[in-house]
């Protein structure tokens, strides 16, 4: 059975840092995408990660705050370090595993793809 995990989270202060991790059982994570869901509204990807290339970030408004990369020592952990965080980052980030290659911008969460993770929430309080 393949199973996605997301850790990491918690609540911090603006200005402070995270790096989320997603753990996969069952499959190696070469493919992933963060997403994040904030005030109930659908799931925005937050970054695309595949092994061998460059990584996506197409959320402008994380953009230049956020790194993805793979554990190097482990192909089923993939982290998202996101730094300067503020107060709207405030939301449940999600990890999401396909075989399609397609990464919505924006998806109903747990929804779309193979494998979802439960989520871990990020509170950003200022």
């Known amino acids: 059975e393949v199973q996605l995990v997301e850790s990491g989270g918690g609540s911090v202060q603006a200005g402070e840092s995270l790096r989320l991790a997603c753990t996969a059982s069952g499959l190696t994570l070469d493919e992933m995408g963060w997403y994040r869901q904030t005030s109930g509204n659908e799931c925005e990807l937050i970054s695309v990660?595949?092994?061998?290339?460059?990584?996506?970030?197409p959320n402008s408004a994380m953009r230049g705050r956020v790194t993805v990369s793979q554990d190097t020592n482990a192909r089923n952990t993939v982290y998202l370090q996101i730094s300067d965080l503020k107060p709207e980052d405030t939301g449940v980030y999600y990890c999401a595993a396909d075989h399609r290659s397609r990464w919505l911008v924006r998806t109903p969460c747990l929804g779309e793809f193979d494998y979802w993770g439960r989520g871990t929430q990020v509170t950003v309080s200022s």
């Open positions: 990660f595949h092994a061998g290339k460059m990584p996506a970030y």
